[in-house]
T-cell receptor, first 115, second 114 residues
C-alpha cells in the first residue's frame, strides 16, 4: 500500500521555465512533508519542508504548496536550471511515530531540465 | 567537514555469503537509519537506532541485522537469508530521531549478487 505517491516518474522542462512536481498521500496522520533531491549514485539531500499548519513554504527558487483537503503537495522550481536535473522524492511523516523518525517516501520523479 | 561516510561504494556478494556495509557519522547525531532503494521504488526503512545499544526494525528488516555499539557507527549486515539483496543502500542520521527531523544521507552502497 503506497501511502505517498508520485504518479509522474519523469518530467522534462526547458531551462528558465517552471517545474512542477506533484505528490499525493493517503494517510491523514501525516503532518510534516519534505522534498529530497537525489543525483545518481549519491544520497538524497534535503531540499525543503512544510508542516500541516502552513499551506506554502518558499526558499529561493523552490516553493512547496500543501493542500490538506486534497492530500496533495507540489514542489515548484522557478526558474528551472540544468543543475536541477535529478530525482525528487516526496516524503511524509506522521504526528506521533511512537519512537523514531519514520518517513514514508514516494517513488520519485526524475526531472530533466533541457537547454 | 561533518557528514556521513558509507563504504564501500560498490560491493558484490556471493551466494550464501554475509556482507557488512559500513556507515560512520561525525555529526554527533543520536539517530541513525538504513534504507534500501530499488529501481522505480521509494526508499524503504530497514532498521533504525535512536541510541547506542538499541535499534528497531523498519518495514523490511528480514534478512538484515545491525549493531550500534558506538554513537558514530551503524553497520548493516546483509545475511544469506536476504534472498534479493541487490539494491542501493543508504545510511542516514538525524539529530535525535524526532518525528519532524530532516535526515542527512550518506552517498550509498550499491550491492550486487555475483
Amino acid at each position: 500500500d503506497q501511502q505517498v505517491k508520485q504518479n509522474s516518474p519523469s518530467l522534462s522542462v526547458q531551462e528558465g521555465r517552471i517545474s512542477i512536481l506533484n505528490c499525493d498521500y493517503t494517510n491523514s496522520m501525516f503532518d510534516y512533508f519534505l522534498w529530497y533531491k537525489k543525483y545518481p549514485a549519491e544520497g538524497p539531500t534535503f531540499l525543503i519542508s512544510i508542516s500541516s499548519i502552513k499551506d506554502k513554504n518558499e526558499d529561493g527558487r523552490f516553493t512547496v504548496f500543501l493542500n490538506k483537503s486534497a492530500k496533495h503537495l507540489s514542489l515548484h522550481i522557478v526558474p528551472s536550471q540544468p543543475g536541477d536535473s535529478a530525482v525528487y522524492f516526496c516524503a511524509a511523516s506522521p504526528i506521533l511515530t511512537g519512537g523514531g523518525n519514520k518517513l514514508t517516501f514516494g517513488t520519485g520523479t526524475q526531472l530533466k531540465v533541457e537547454l | 567537514d561533518g557528514g556521513i561516510t558509507q563504504s564501500p561504494k560498490y560491493l558484490f556478494r556471493k551466494e550464501g555469503q554475509n556482507v557488512t556495509l559500513s556507515c560512520e557519522q561525525n555529526l554527533n547525531h543520536d539517530a541513525m537509519y538504513w534504507y534500501r532503494q530499488d529501481p522505480g521504488q521509494g526508499l524503504r526503512l530497514i532498521y533504525y537506532s535512536q541510541i547506542v545499544n538499541d535499534f528497531q526494525k523498519g518495514d523490511i528488516a528480514e534478512g538484515y541485522s545491525v549493531s550500534r555499539e558506538k554513537k558514530e557507527s551503524f553497520p548493516l549486515t546483509v545475511t544469506s537469508a536476504q534472498k534479493n539483496p541487490t539494491a542501493f543502500y543508504l545510511c542516514a542520521s538525524s539529530i535525535s530521531g524526532g518525528a519532524n527531523e530532516k535526515l542527512f544521507f550518506g552517498s550509498g552502497t550499491q550491492l550486487s549478487v555475483l
